[in-house]
């Protein structure tokens, strides 16, 4: 019995797999051999064994001529663009160091892939019916992901971290083991996402927690709270973040006055606050960071009547506002301004809208409106055009549509700068696609030398119901031609939300890090 290499140009794929088959011919007739069998046999059939590897073990394939520095970044680009990454067998970096051993040294010694931890501590039920704490779904015990949130760390190599720590647990308290874990790397956190419950029952739970990561943040940067009402989680948790230095952006969720919050006088560029605030505290948040570039205010209670007891403000660039935005926005005139998020709930609010545009001369390149009233889309004509260089439109509509806005937006007139456009919580019927792909149609035709006008790349429409309310044919057939020539489209519901949709965190919890400001 023997195996030959027949003579084929080695340098096909073909002759590589041929060489491949041979040598699982050979292992299997070797495996099948009966130990009564002359040794000479056995002994011929591993010298064609060896002989074989040796010519496969030669084999290059272009995919390992890939420089480690290349596929090291597009590993990078594999972790969820929100910047948070939760420990998954099934997510990037655990899945790409399970592939081969060449990834999984290539995984293993890129830092920027472990310099990121999302980590949700559950009430998860046991056999017996009752509730265990469990720092995932699924997982077996707080030992094993300890040990796992050690060893991620230190693949970090020393670089600065993001922790993310959510907990959900109502009867138990915190797991020490996994405190004194996290505690260790403290130092070196530079952003941190801290939820707790208002139902922790163990008040010595949170003082141990207090105690063992107490810091100092020497490099923290960016710290958002959620941590209830409850008096003592408030003040065991707030006498953590005492002295910080480098914090830049700070977000501060429900239940939690501002007036709380010791962050000293840290030079903040960013902050949120999703939690009801007076106009006075505002005010005089507003004088104590000077340098502030953005700023989100969730609930405002007005207690100043006049622009004249607002003091000067920062040069912002960035502002998000929702309940009592419109009294806010009429005291202030912002001429830096280039990102706005606002909420409408009156008609009269897109009135102060506009005047607060005319007023401020302000550059706007993003504007994203919460329309919660009925409004004609006429009125949000009179703010556009006030808007030549918008760059990104969004619209969150809770009553009406868009019909007419799409027949005016047809006309590279307004807003001509426009490169991405939304619309969401939308309830379109079968007559409202043909305006709107129209729209669409008029603003990819636009060539770059059309005096200063842009074309539009990206269109995303949220629909507020279900499948019934997607295009008739001939519209479906008009847009997936507007895609093959390269509009970015998505459609998306409830009912049948796309991939690029599903998002693994809750921008409820932790919103999202605002627009560049830069």
């Known amino acids: 019995m023997s195996f030959t290499v027949p003579p084929h140009d080695t340098s096909t794929p073909t002759w590589r797999q041929s060489q491949r088959d041979h040598l699982t011919e050979i292992c299997d007739t070797i495996s099948q051999l009966d130990c009564d069998f002359h040794s000479d046999v056995p002994e011929f059939l591993d010298a064609d064994r060896r002989r074989i590897m040796a010519v496969v073990s030669s084999f290059s394939y272009d995919v390992t001529t890939i420089p480690v520095e290349i596929i090291s970044r597009i590993f990078v680009h594999c972790l969820p663009t929100d910047g948070r990454v939760r420990p998954s067998p099934h997510r990037a970096p655990l899945l790409l160091a399970q592939i081969c051993r060449r990834w999984r040294e290539i995984a293993l010694g890129t830092v920027q892939l472990w310099c990121s931890f999302d980590f949700t501590l559950q009430s998860t039920p046991t056999p017996n019916g009752r509730t265990r704490r469990a720092p995932m779904v699924r997982e077996p015990s707080h030992a094993g992901m300890c040990a796992l949130h050690r060893a991620w760390c230190h693949r970090a190599n020393g670089y600065p971290l993001s922790v993310t720590l959510r907990c959900s647990i109502r009867r138990y308290g915190l797991p020490t083991d996994f405190l004194i874990t996290v505690a260790t790397f403290a130092p070196q956190w530079e952003r941190m996402e801290l939820a707790l419950p208002n139902f922790l029952s163990s008040a010595p739970d949170i003082a141990r927690f207090a105690a063992r990561i107490g810091g100092p943040f020497p490099a923290l940067s960016t710290l958002a709270l959620s941590i ?205 696609y043909p305006p709107l792909v129209q729209m669409l149609q008029a603003r990819r035709r636009v060539r770059t030398a059309s005096a200063g006008a842009q074309r539009l790349s990206s269109f995303d429409l949220g629909l507020a119901f279900s499948k019934g309310m997607l295009p008739y044919r001939p519209d479906a057939e008009k847009l997936r031609r507007l895609v093959e020539g390269g509009l970015r489209l998505r459609i998306h519901g409830p009912g049948f939300e796309c991939p690029e949709g599903q998002y693994i965190d809750e921008q409820l919890e932790f919103p999202r890090p605002h627009p560049s400001v830069a």
Do not use: W
């Open 228 to 432: 209830g009402n409850l008096p003592y989680v408030i003040e065991q948790t707030l006498g953590m973040y005492q002295n910080l230095p480098q914090l830049r952006d700070f977000r501060l969720s429900y239940g939690l006055a501002l007036s709380r919050v010791p962050i000293g006088g840290a030079p903040l560029t960013s902050l949120e606050l999703q939690t009801e605030v007076s106009l006075g505290d505002c005010n005089a948040t507003l004088q104590r960071f000077p340098s502030l570039l953005h700023l989100g205010l969730l609930h405002i209670d007005f207690d100043l009547p006049t622009a004249s007891d607002l003091g000067p403000l920062p040069p912002l660039k960035s502002l998000t506002l929702d309940i009592g935005g419109c009294r806010f926005l009429a005291l202030v005139t912002l001429p830096h301004l280039r990102h706005l998020n606002y909420s409408i709930y009156a008609g009269d609010d897109i009135d102060t809208l506009v005047a607060f545009l005319g007023r401020s001369a302000c550059s706007l390149t993003h504007l994203a409106l919460r329309i919660h009233t009925v409004i004609e889309d006429l009125f949000l004509l009179q703010c556009l055009q006030l808007l030549p260089l918008l760059e990104d439109l969004h619209i969150e509509y809770r009553h009406g549509g868009a019909r007419t806005l799409c027949n005016h937006l047809q006309s590279l007139d307004i807003v001509p700068q426009l490169r991405t456009l939304s619309f969401s919580e939308l309830a379109p019927y079968g007559y409202t």
